[in-house]
T-cell receptor, first 110, second 114 residues
Framework: GQQVMQIPQYQHVQEGEDFTTYCNSSTTLSNIQWYKQRPGGHPVFLIQLVKSGEVKKQKRLTFQFGEAKKNSSLHITATQTTDVGTYFCAAHRGGNQFYFGTGTSLTVIP | DTEVTQTPKHLVMGMTNKKSLKCEQHMGHRAMYWYKQKAKKPPELMFVYSYEKLSINESVPSRFSPECPNSSLLNLHLHALQPEDSALYLC?????????????FGNGTRLTVT
């Protein structure tokens, strides 16, 4: 299967601090999606990035797709306790095949 | 909450049992998926159905047998499982597009094989 690595694996931040997770693929991607999974929950779709160099924002969340379409990042500004969960990127390899990255588990300390 | 319904929520089965997991969606999605997720790991793609036809099987052992009776339903038949098959089994659906579209996940079935 496709190798999609995310770093860091775990991140603990104080509430109000910023957080970034990085997603790296060994191959060029057609597009990439981001999901959030709360503890005990299921993955919930956040966003899809398609174009090289694309940047999208959702309130405090900023998503970027690399110029070479091999990497992506998710940045959260001023984290809140509601941001707790595991963030996964999912690489699209044509058709309807989505391969999830290794995930970054975010803990926010109040 | 989610528009993809999975039953049962929990399942405990012995290694000689036969059981089935069920998944239903009424969003008009024509792609449906089974993922397996172990604790603290990402979801692993098992099967993809497109327009009720199996399009992807990620080398899953034959003790897992998927079935898509119609565009709204997806089943996963289980037989002679091993304890290492214990995991959260997630069903998902999406529109079928060349560029991919968002996956809508169910709450999952937590399976324990004893």
């Amino acid at each position: 299967g496709q190798q999609v690595m995310q770093i860091p694996q775990y991140q603990h931040v104080q509430e109000g601090e910023d957080f970034t997770t990085y997603c790296n693929s060994s191959t060029t991607l057609s597009n990439i999606q981001w999901y959030k999974q709360r503890p005990g929950g299921h993955p919930v779709f956040l966003i899809q990035l398609v174009k090289s160099g694309e940047v999208k924002k959702q309130k405090r969340l900023t998503f970027q797709f690399g110029e070479a379409k091999k990497n992506s990042s998710l940045h959260i500004t001023a984290t809140q306790t509601t941001d707790v969960g595991t963030y996964f990127c999912a690489a699209h390899r044509g058709g309807n095949q989505f391969y999830f990255g290794t995930g970054t588990s975010l803990t926010v300390i109040p | 909450d989610t528009e993809v319904t999975q039953t049962p929520k929990h399942l405990v089965m012995g290694m000689t049992n036969k059981k089935s997991l069920k998944c239903e969606q009424h969003m008009g999605h024509r792609a449906m998926y089974w993922y397996k997720q172990k604790a603290k790991k990402p979801p692993e793609l098992m099967f993809v159905y497109s327009y009720e036809k199996l399009s992807i099987n990620e080398s899953v052992p034959s003790r897992f047998s998927p079935e898509c009776p119609n565009s709204s339903l997806l089943n996963l038949h289980l037989h002679a499982l091993q304890p290492e098959d214990s995991a959260l089994y997630l069903c998902a659906s999406s529109y079928w597009t060349l560029e991919g579209s968002p996956l809508h996940f169910g709450n999952g079935t937590r399976l324990t094989v004893t």
